[in-house]
């Protein structure tokens, strides 16, 4: 969301997809379980049409899955966003065309039994459609409709003064869904903003230890320019070329720390959503010098594909690792060894940060990733970090393990789905 109210395309399809998260196995059992109801509701009231939009129902929702699937594997273009919208109407439509052909029976229980249908479509939009406004709104309209229609075949069943009075509860009681679904997507999407604030004030901390350590390079750079720069009035003219080159290198050298500290900084709401492994661990490796002591050494473990990707920006994956280095360095007060492990196996790349350091104690370890949760003296953290990283490793997908014990070192655990890197991206390990 750009001010409030423009939503961009790629900002759009995202928030389809994250709405297309549940699994093949949640998909399985919604599907086993409504064809069950269907066939039952077939035998019960004679209606041998009502197993159809079942059909229709699943084989849309599968469609969407698929997409969705095949569009978190590479880089997708702004027309899917409503191919991915027509395909949840066409589920919604089957679906509530279900609750109708049920109703169709012509008993009072059918009739119950098709709004109770609805109610479940309703329930299923706030708890799974609601992080995107776009298939919220479907399904928003598509139950309001059809359930007037289901009670509206309902009403020969019911006294003369009854229908007006249910269709007015109906309408007060779809507004209140309606009320519950935006309300549920405006915390989504907030959520989403303070995440993405949360990074940015984690990503400040971080730049602020770098800092010192960047300065002095510079200031190392600048000495080397400015002896060079010197020399070059006392030395014979065969000798100059030579200082013109060290003094291009360190400018160059200059220009990378540069490169990199903005790099670290931008917020990169529009870099490419794609991480590839190895640069990422490279990058990681050069801040980490600016900011680990000498008692302090990194080993870098890459055991899989460095082309290989995790769903985040480049900047992100890169902060997460050097806060945990980082908040590794702080609880080795007497120097060890920090070691970044990465490997791949089960569809999954799984990034590994451990240390010899203090650990934590049990109710430490269980409030770690609590925003503010910090156990380093005042004017030294922010009780950030912890929650950052949990933040980026749930929006890209993955999971979370924090193992740690007093006096035996923490081991922090990431596990992503694999994907591909995309092109353009370094590609360097």
């Known amino acids: 969301m750009k001010d409030g109210r423009t939503i961009d395309p790629e900002t759009r399809l995202a928030a389809i997809l994250d709405a297309a998260k549940p699994g093949l196995p949640f998909f399985l059992t919604r599907s086993g379980l409504l064809l069950t109801a269907a066939t039952m509701a077939g035998l019960l009231w004679g209606n041998p049409w009502v197993a159809l939009p079942v059909v229709g129902y699943i084989l849309f929702d599968l469609a969407l899955r698929r997409r969705a699937t095949a569009l978190r594997e590479k880089e997708v273009g702004c027309p899917q966003v409503w191919q991915m919208i027509a395909l949840h109407a066409g589920a919604a439509l089957c679906y509530d065309i279900l609750a109708l052909t049920v109703a169709l029976s012509g008993t009072v229980d059918a009739v119950f039994a098709g709004l109770m249908l609805l109610s479940a479509h309703a329930l299923y939009g706030i708890a799974i459609a609601f992080p995107s406004r776009d298939l919220a709104l479907v399904d928003f309209v598509t139950t309001l409709f059809f359930s007037h229609l289901v009670l509206m075949q309902g009403s020969g069943l019911m006294s003369a003064t009854s229908p007006l009075v249910l269709h007015i509860a109906l309408l007060v009681l779809n507004v209140a869904y309606g009320h519950a679904l935006w309300q549920a997507h405006r915390n989504s999407v907030r959520m989403r903003q303070t995440t993405r604030r949360l990074a940015r004030a984690e990503r400040a901390e971080v730049v602020g230890q770098l800092t010192s350590g960047i300065a002095h390079d510079f200031n190392n750079l600048l000495t080397v320019m400015r002896g060079n720069l010197d020399l070059l009035a006392h030395v014979p003219p065969a000798e100059r070329p030579i200082l013109l080159r060290q003094i291009e290198d360190a400018a160059a050298r200059g220009a990378d720390l540069v490169r990199s500290l903005s790099q ?8 490419t959503a794609r991480a590839a492994i190895g640069p990422a661990l490279r990058k990681v490796r050069e801040m980490s010098d600016r900011v680990l002591p000498s008692n302090i050494r990194l080993e870098i473990d890459l055991r899989c594909n460095g082309t290989l990707a995790v769903a985040t920006r480049p900047a992100q994956l890169e902060m997460v690792l ?3 280095v980082v908040n590794a360095r702080d609880a080795m007060d007497h120097g060890g060894e920090i070691r970044i492990e990465a490997d791949h196996a089960g569809g999954e790349v799984r990034l590994t940060v451990s240390d010899d350091g203090a650990g934590m104690a049990p109710q430490v370890l269980a409030r770690a990733t609590e925003a503010y949760e910090t156990t380093k003296p005042p004017g030294m953290g922010t009780g950030l970090g912890l929650a950052m990283v949990s933040s980026v490793v749930d929006e890209a997908g993955g999971r979370l393990r924090i193992e740690s014990e ?6 922090v ?5 694999a994907h591909r890197a995309l092109a353009g991206v370094d590609r360097a390990a």
């Open 322 to 324: 050097l806060n945990l």
């Open 413 to 417: 655990s990431m596990a992503f789905p």
């Open 406 to 411: 007093q006096g035996a070192g923490t081991r």
């Open 264 to 271: 670290t900084c931008r917020d990169g709401e529009r870099d």
